[in-house]
Each structure stands twice: as structure tokens, then as C-alpha cells.
């Protein structure tokens, strides 16, 4: 309890000593609060955002301290995350994310957003999607460079991932004028039978670390022009770029005198996930990430019967015939599982080799990969970059060790790199079986199993005999091949390729696989369709009243 001095009675010595320990207690006070300071200054300069260097991240809208939601306006009041640079493990800048008060806030502002932008013609909708897009170009190189900065890709892949959400633009304002259902021809006369397609609503959308823009992309640009609105939560480890691409996009909307909630973003972890995949106003959940937690979110959703889009984990294989052209095979499958440092979904973790040719072609990409360039990601000649975090690499050291338990032998690669950041070496692993458990196990890191078979009926089975069904490829001269690999008995794969990898599909085709890969699909082709709700409508424009199939009922 609180004593006022005038209130109370203090013999001389007690007053001296009461002043004592006040000074005393003032100055410990004072030095505490100049240590804060201190401190606060030494984290603040220790920024990569401040040095030199980086001065670039602020042609982004980027500070020290970013707001974490956005919803027409910027906010955030939760948990203060720092975002490190994967190359060198030092933090670049901090973000506030989302309460679930402020997640609350965020769905009913988007809500009523819809209102408004479901009024708007698609045509209408497609210009500021394309509007968009040309904002994207005009910070492709600045935005590319975040994305290697904080997600660990190389530069020219940052860029190239911006590149998509751009197509994906474009292609969505085209899109914006065909969207539609068929007129079917009715049984009855004088009546019309029609199919008419409406958006879903409000589109959450929860993307990974790996894509951190391009996955962002595909969903929103598709879904905005269906007449949605959107809601975004990105992965915790690649913040910035959530808030950087936000930012563009709000800028849009907000030139256009259109509610900045149309498009809202809120960063947080796995609460606000959570809140996304039960919350019944969410119409649609596009989840892109690990099998395991995409299936969580499925069981979520479809406890209270909402719609989901899955694009969850990879286990690709490259299948050599004997009559494949080396010259494409080497290249296609140093790319396909060295890119990225191994962390696509459509990552090649499996090289299937006719026996005929094993050998050599392990000679030749082990070959082809000591000669791959390994550096900073934003350095314009690096071809392979570091793992995006720190339990990559222990996931990496224990998927080889398991890999030799089971009777593998690292013909390259195989350890943790001598430098700052999280790099590791780019691993050929040979002589498992086909069914050994680390061969079934999609592991996010750059190794690649290289398998020995023996016939066509083998490898197909092979190929498809993992839990997930996203990509595939084999390289052959051979037709009927080609035609037994694209029909029923061949890959069971939602991408099937001949003559190239399994990484770097185009945004003209639907994207997203079989099984355990979730069965999702987005970008291009009729992906619209998972956007939008399907009316079969029936309009009698006789006076008389036929029923369907001569049913009499006088």
C-alpha cells in the first residue's frame, strides 16, 4: 500500500535512509531503461532491413517493425516474429501478427467486401485483376529479391515466382469474359435448362514457405475474378513477403476506391489456421503444404461440411527407358531435384534407371552436380541456395542416415556445408530398395534415390506405388510408351510428363494431384470451377406444364 510523506511520521534516520534507497532505486531504474534502449538500438541495427545492402526492402513498403493485418486498414497487436535470412540465419525485420480478436474483425470486414465486389461485372473484376498483375511487374526484380532473401531461393527463381502470380493475372482477365455454364437442350417444351456458376464468397487461402508469392497467385488472381474475396495467411517463416505483395495489391484496390478488404491478409501460425479451416463464413480453404497437416485441415473443413483445396506433398519420380537421349535426362533431372534445394512439392526424389543405363547416368549426374554453382541466393550466377530453416537441415542428416540404415550408399553429397546459413550438399543416394520407408518418405530436402528396374511394367508400378500422386515423368522415344504412361494403367499422377522433369509447370494447366497429394486444383484449365457454385437451372417460358420424363400426374 501507497504512504504519502505528509500522511506519515519518519524519524531522521529512517528519512535518510528512505532517500537513500528512492536514489538509489531511481538510478538502477534509469540504467535498466538505458539498457532497453540500448538493446532496442543494437536489435534495430543488427537488422538486415538497416543495413546498406538491404536498403532495397524499403522500395517494398518494409520498416523494422511491419504490421501483420490487413484488412482495408493495417494492424496487428498479437505475437512479434522476426523473419531471418536462411543464407546467414540473421534477422532481416520483425512483423506483428494477428489476434483472433483481429482475426474476427478481419472475416466480417471481408464479408461485407463481398458485397460490394460480387456486384461488379467479371469483366470489371478481370481489369483490376489486371491492374494488379502490371503493379507486380513494376517490383517483379525488387519482390524477386525478397523472396530469395527470405525464402531462400535463388534470385532468378524469386523472380520467376513473381512471374507466375503475373501470367496468373493474365490469364485470369481473359478468363474474366468466358466464365460460365452451357445451355443444355431440355427434354421438355418451352422450357430452357442452363447452368449458372456463382462465386463461392469468401476464399481463405493458407500458403507455404517454399511458394511464398506464386501460391498466393494462382488462388487469388482465379478467385477475384469469380467474384470472391479474399483472405490470406501466410507461412509464419516468410511473413514479409506476405506483407510486401499485400501491400501492392491493397494499393490497387485502394486507387480504385474499392474496400482494401477484398483482398485481406492476416499472419499468424497455427491459430489462426485453425480459426480459418472451422470457421463456417470461410467458403472455400485452399491449403498448400505437408500431407499431414492438409489432411488436419480436411477433417476440419469437412466436419462442418465446407469446401477445401488441397495441394499437399510430392514424392516425383523420373523414369529412364532404355531409349531416352541422355542429353535430356542429365539436365532435366539435375534441375528437377536440385532446384530449389529440393523443397518443391514437384521436387524429382526418385530417379528410376533402366538397368542398361544405370551407371552411366549416375556417373553423369554426379558429375553435373559437383559443378553446380552454390552461393548467396540473390548473386545472379548461383544455381542452388540454402535450406529455408535450421530443422531442414536436421531433417536432411537424418533422412541420409536412415537412408544408410536401409542399405543406401551416397555416391555425392551427403553432409552439412562449412558456411553461415543453412546449406547443405546436394546428395545422390543409390542401391535402396524400391519399397524402402525413406524411398516413401517425401523428406523437403535436395536428395535424390536413384532406383535400378528392369521392365516397363515395373517402373510404372514403382512409380505409382507412394502415398501421393502429384508429378511424374519418363523419357523414352518409344509412342505406345508414351500412350500406355498417359492412360489408364499408367501414372496415377495429377501431372504426367514425357521428355521433361517434374518441376516447372506452366499456369495454362490445372496444377495439383492424386491420393495423398489432396486432389486439389488450381491455376489454369477449368481450376475456376473449385471457386465458384454450381446452379442447374430449369426456366419454363410456355404456358404449359410438362413434367421431365412423360411423368403424368393429372
Not at 291 to 305: D, I, L, P, S, W
Not at 315 to 328: H, R
Not at 454 to 463: G, R
Amino acid at each position: 500500500m501507497r504512504t504519502w510523506p505528509c500522511l506519515s511520521y519518519q524519524p531522521p534516520m529512517q528519512r535518510c535512509l528512505t532517500l537513500t534507497v528512492a536514489r538509489h532505486s531511481r538510478l538502477v531504474l534509469r540504467n535498466k531503461f538505458a539498457s532497453a534502449r540500448h538493446q532496442q538500438s543494437a536489435a534495430m541495427s543488427g537488422l538486415l532491413i538497416n543495413q546498406p545492402k538491404y536498403s532495397w526492402l524499403k522500395e517494398l513498403g518494409l520498416s523494422e517493425d511491419n504490421p501483420g493485418v490487413y484488412n482495408g486498414s493495417w494492424g496487428g497487436s498479437g505475437e512479434v516474429i522476426t523473419s531471418y535470412c536462411p543464407a546467414n540465419n540473421e534477422p532481416i525485420a520483425r512483423v506483428t501478427q494477428a489476434t483472433m480478436a483481429e482475426y474476427e474483425e478481419t472475416v466480417q470486414k471481408t464479408r461485407e467486401a463481398w458485397k460490394i465486389w460480387a456486384d461488379i461485372p467479371a469483366p470489371k473484376r478481370g481489369e483490376i485483376v489486371r491492374q494488379i498483375g502490371d503493379a507486380l511487374r513494376k517490383k517483379i526484380k525488387v519482390l524477386g529479391s525478397l523472396v530469395a532473401l527470405e525464402m531462400g531461393k535463388i534470385y532468378v527463381e524469386g523472380v520467376g515466382e513473381v512471374q507466375e502470380y503475373v501470367d496468373v493475372c493474365d490469364y485470369a482477365v481473359g478468363l474474366s469474359r468466358m466464365i460460365g455454364g452451357p445451355i443444355l437442350p431440355s427434354e421438355r417444351p418451352g422450357h430452357a435448362l442452363i447452368e449458372q456458376w456463382n462465386p463461392v464468397g469468401l476464399v481463405g487461402i493458407i500458403t507455404a514457405f517454399n511458394f511464398p508469392v506464386a501460391v498466393y497467385g494462382w488462388n487469388n488472381a482465379i478467385a477475384l475474378t469469380c467474384g470472391n474475396v479474399c483472405l490470406w495467411k501466410g507461412a509464419p517463416t516468410t511473413p514479409l513477403t506476405s506483407v510486401a505483395v499485400s501491400k501492392i495489391v491493397a494499393e490497387v484496390l485502394e486507387q480504385n476506391n474499392l474496400p482494401g478488404a477484398i483482398c485481406s491478409m492476416t499472419c499468424g501460425g497455427a491459430d489462426i489456421g485453425t480459426a480459418m479451416s472451422k470457421d463456417e463464413r470461410v467458403d472455400l480453404v485452399s491449403f498448400t503444404g505437408s500431407t499431414h497437416v492438409g489432411k488436419m485441415v480436411a477433417m476440419m473443413v469437412q466436419e462442418r461440411f465446407g469446401r477445401k483445396l488441397l495441394e499437399l506433398g510430392g514424392n516425383n519420380a523420373i523414369i529412364v527407358f532404355e531409349d531416352a537421349d541422355l542429353n535430356l535426362v542429365v539436365p532435366s533431372a539435375v534441375f528437377a531435384s536440385v532446384g530449389t534445394a529440393g523443397q518443391r512439392c514437384t521436387t524429382t526424389r526418385r530417379l528410376m534407371l533402366h538397368e542398361s543405363l544405370h551407371d552411366t547416368v549416375v556417373e553423369r549426374i554426379a558429375k553435373a552436380y559437383k559443378q553446380v554453382r552454390i552461393g548467396d541466393p540473390w548473386d545472379p550466377n548461383t544455381m542452388y541456395g540454402p535450406l529455408h530453416t535450421k530443422q531442414a537441415v536436421d531433417q536432411y542428416l537424418a533422412a541420409i542416415e536412415q537412408a544408410k540404415q536401409q542399405g543406401g550408399t551416397v555416391v555425392c553429397g551427403g553432409k552439412v556445408m562449412d558456411r553461415p546459413g543453412n546449406y547443405v550438399e546436394p546428395t545422390i543416394i543409390t542401391g535402396l530398395a524400391h519399397d524402402a520407408p525413406i524411398v516413401h518418405t517425401e523428406t523437403f530436402v535436395p536428395i535424390l534415390y536413384v532406383l535400378k528396374f528392369k521392365t516397363e511394367e515395373e517402373a510404372f508400378a514403382w512409380n505409382n506405388e507412394v502415398q501421393q500422386g502429384l508429378s511424374s515423368s519418363i523419357f523414352t522415344k518409344d509412342m505406345g510408351r508414351v500412350f500406355r504412361w498417359l492412360g489408364p494403367k499408367g501414372s496415377d499422377c495429377g501431372i504426367v510428363n514425357v521428355n521433361i522433369p517434374t518441376s516447372g509447370a506452366e499456369i495454362g494447366g490445372a496444377f495439383g494431384g492424386e491420393k495423398h497429394t489432396g486432389g486439389g486444383r488450381e491455376s489454369g484449365s477449368d481450376s475456376w470451377k473449385q471457386y465458384m457454385r454450381r446452379s442447374t437451372c430449369t426456366i419454363n417460358y410456355s404456358k404449359d406444364l410438362p413434367l421431365a420424363q412423360g411423368i403424368k400426374f393429372e
